[in-house]
């Protein structure tokens, strides 16, 4: 049965391969105003090389929380909601939003937002492209006199902290808006020692612990949140199209391994009574990538694993030994120990479990034929989020329909469906309401480098796919 769907769903890659070539944009320039390119495109593009300019480095781009560079790029922001007929404020972490409250101010509200922060030495898509998408939405809506027959409040929120550089907590800005975010998080201090509190009051804004709760978002004042991100991995280029809905943000497990054997003297130990927790690592470092290339080869089925859950691992595990030490780390001493980090992420919780089950049994095993210790310690759990189905229905249907307006109607295969493999705002904002997303197409699957880039198309596609979402609500 597995080995049938393997085959179906590589028949229908093939599929979808054969036709992605029918993608062009040759002919789009000849046509359309009605798709907006002034907003949606050109206007969109020099608002995100603007906003990519805003940087408190000379030379690269880096925006964190509440920085100079920040509060800039919020006003400017918020500027543009303006812009577009929004109401605007900025809360009490630093978000900036932008409302409109269409034909009735109290029914549930869509929110649509990303983060305005950026890593050190950033591109300029990640995060604001999913603010500039939205914005240039609306902008659309008002321009055609549309805005009031939105048929609930719209609202933009460009939140202040996703990225987490200043004070190594993600989600500042929209954790505060789910109300997950505890209050001690005002006490978090920066390299300088400069609290969360102490920035915000430099930039006038008096957060307590009472007004961080006020901050929250009352669940029934919310219909769902929807985030327009760029994909930060190479999928959508690969399947040669601007636009993918993504079904949900993989969950992820943080292991650390500690291989310990017996130190000693690089020449005089016979390679026969070595213990050495280097050699043993490796061997476990390579045992994962086998394993999570393949777990259908290393997992079997049974209650705990059923196939679908093993079907829907060989399509979203992905793991990763990205830092390792040894000691005492010199070049003519057998280590005495070893330590390595393991990164799981999956999109089935379930499965991520088995994995780490099966994994550190089969790990134990081989420390126990070298003759070596080892310890496998939990560091980090986070649940996998799913985007809600309604939510992605009306997402691939906007993506659809923005794709065929700018394709002319050609033959269009399904909207790619994704897993996200990197956090989001989304899943802040899911302990909240419902939350949906669409990935846009990056050059290479580059992110968190100025070597990202997103086609002028692309971006506009991006903002069409907005609107169409947008236009199913009214
Ligand atoms: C506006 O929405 C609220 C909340 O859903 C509802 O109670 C009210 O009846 C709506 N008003 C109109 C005029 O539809
Ligand atoms: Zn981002």
């Known amino acids: ?44 593009v020099a608002r995100l090389e603007e906003l990519g300019k805003v940087s408190d480095a000379e030379g690269y781009l880096e925006r964190t929380f509440m920085s100079p560079a920040s509060v800039r790029a919020g006003h400017l922001i918020r500027g543009w909601m303006e812009d577009a007929g929004l109401r605007t404020w900025i809360d009490q972490m630093g978000n900036v939003h932008g409302r409109v409250d269409g034909i009735n101010a109290s029914s549930m509200a869509i929110l649509i937002g990303s983060h305005l922060d950026t890593v050190v030495d ?41 990225e987490g550089v200043r004070f190594q907590s993600t989600f500042l800005g929209s954790a505060a808006v789910a109300g997950i975010l505890p209050a001690s998080a005002l006490q978090f201090s920066d390299k300088s020692g400069v609290t969360v509190q102490e920035v915000l009051k430099e930039n006038s804004i008096q957060t307590s612990e009472e007004n961080l709760y006020n901050l929250k978002y009352e669940r029934d004042s919310v219909w769902g949140y929807v985030e327009v991100h760029i994909e930060q991995g190479p999928v959508l280029e690969w399947r040669g199209l601007p636009l993918g809905v993504v079904k949900g943000i993989a969950g992820q497990t943080r292991l650390k391994v500690t291989v310990r054997g017996s130190q000693g003297h690089a020449g005089t130990v016979p390679m026969s009574m070595r213990q050495d927790p280097m050699s043993a690592a490796a061997e476990l470092i390579v045992l ?23 079907q829907s691992l060989s399509t979203s595990l ?34 991520r479990e088995a994995v780490i089950y099966e ?7 081989i420390c126990d034929r070298r003759s070596v210790s080892c310890m496998i310690e939990r560091k980090h759990d986070a649940g996998a989020v799913m985007c809600d189905d309604e939510l992605h229905r009306q997402l691939k249907f906007a993506a659809h329909s923005a794709l065929k307006r700018m394709l002319d109607n050609q033959f269009l295969d399904e909207v790619p ?17 419902k939350v949906g997303m669409i990935f846009v197409r990056c050059r290479g699957g580059v992110s968190h480098s100025p070597e990202e880039h997103v086609l002028d198309d692309d971006v506009w596609a991006a903002g069409l796919s907005v609107l169409a979402f947008l236009e199913t609500h009214m």
């Open 1 to 44: 049965m597995i080995r049938l769907l393997f085959v179906l769903s590589f028949f229908s890659l093939l599929f979808t391969l054969a036709f992605a070539g029918s993608w062009s944009t040759q002919n789009l320039e000849s046509r359309k105003d009605d798709l907006h390119p002034e907003i949606l495109r050109d206007e969109a």
């Open 122 to 162: 950033a591109g300029i898509f990640d995060g604001s492209l999913g603010i500039v998408s939205a914005i240039s939405a609306l902008k659309v809506l008002n321009a055609c006199g549309k805005l009031g027959n939105l048929l609930r409040p719209v609202e933009v929120i460009a939140f202040s902290d996703e």
């Open 288 to 310: 994962l990538e086998s394993f999570c290339k393949q777990p259908e080869d290393f997992l079997s089925f049974d209650d705990h694993c059923k196939a679908s859950t093993v």
């Open 318 to 351: 992905v793991c990763t030994v990205g830092e390792i030490s040894s000691w005492p780390s010199a070049s003519n001493v057998i280590p005495g120990q070893v330590i390595f980090t393991v990164d799981v992420r999956a999109i089935d919780d379930m499965g």
């Open 359 to 365: 994994l550190s049994n089969r790990m134990y095993q």
């Open 417 to 433: 469906v994704l897993m996200s493999g990197a956090g989001h705002d989304a899943m802040a904002i899911s302990h909240l309401t």
